[in-house]
């Protein structure tokens, strides 16, 4: 059973479901609007019959392009997966080892995707990514996802731990409640200049120190263990999180048409422009386009 330790600053954004794997599609009902809403649910019911014992097993240091794999199951047969097939390639897996995962991750698809679409039903998917997290994490640094280059698609995103160790995260304040505390802290020259998905790495570094090596900010945060076969979703754009421990997981990272989210203005970048124009309503320090 997963187990989540709460911090009384923070908001308490976690939920559970009582979704199973067994659930007819029909019955299962859509997640968009709490998931939107920054809430991380949790699905306890949720089992797929993973082959732990095959992940946690499997020595990813030796074939390093194995740590981390893109996929792109097609709709009508999760087992065409050209994608997939070129990573495992360039990856130089052995035959035995190549077969194996493509059986294992095959069967993970039957069984989780059709769940994952019943729980975004709403969405209209517009690329069908997949990462295989194969690699040990340890202490990140605490963030929400920022990019380099903006990205105009929403996305949703279901996590799946597969190894036989708990991921161990840690979550701390959402974007809105970053921007709402820490934002005074951006210079108003620094608001006007940025666009929205730097203004989110702007944020990051103000509110926890930003780069990958900074990980000792004073922050409060939640202590999420996920155990073997948990099962989880969150907007990571919007709720702050560090690994502080894991192994091996999958996020089913679909991109999303941003006009079919249930409310199009929770998509990551409205909350910099929000922001951004909430800013520079004040006395104009530096001129302001239009
Ligand atoms: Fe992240």
Do not use: C
Request: aromatic content about 12%.
């Amino acid at each position: 059973m997963s187990a989540i330790y709460k911090h009384p600053k923070l908001t308490d954004y976690f939920r559970k479901s009582g979704v199973t794997a067994a659930m007819p599609r029909a019955e299962i009902g859509s997640i968009i609007r709490p998931y939107e809403g920054g809430q991380v649910l949790q699905f306890p019911h949720l089992d797929f019959g993973i082959d732990h014992e095959f992940w946690a097993g499997l020595k990813t240091d030796d074939i390093a392009r194995l740590k981390k794999l893109s996929s792109s199951p097609s709709p009508d047969d999760p087992s065409h997966d050209p994608v997939l097939d070129r990573r495992l390639a360039e990856a130089n897996v052995p035959g035995g080892l190549k077969r194996k995962l493509r059986r294992e991750i095959t069967r993970l698809y039957e069984r989780a995707l059709p769940v994952y679409e019943a729980l975004f039903s709403g969405y209209r998917f517009t690329r069908r990514q997949v990462v295989w997290r194969l690699n040990t994490i340890h202490n990140e640094n605490m963030h929400v996802d920022t990019y380099v280059e903006p990205f105009e698609d929403h996305f949703a995103r279901l996590f799946i731990n597969l190894d036989d160790q708990p991921r161990i995260w840690m979550t701390s304040w959402t974007l809105d409640q970053m921007y709402a505390q820490f934002g005074s802290h951006l210079s108003r020259e620094l608001v006007y200049a940025s666009q929205p998905n730097d203004l989110h790495t702007a944020i990051n570094a103000t509110t926890f120190g930003g780069r990958s090596t900074v990980w000792w900010d004073k922050q409060p945060r939640h202590v999420a263990y996920f155990d073997p076969g948990a099962v989880w979703a969150v907007d990571s754009r919007q709720v702050s999180h560090q690994i502080f421990y894991g192994r091996r997981a999958v996020s089913i990272d679909f991109f999303v048409d941003r006009d079919s989210m249930w409310k199009p203005k929770r998509h990551y970048l409205h909350t910099a422009v929000r922001f951004r124009s909430r800013t520079l309503k004040g006395p104009k320090t530096v001129p302001v386009a239009g």
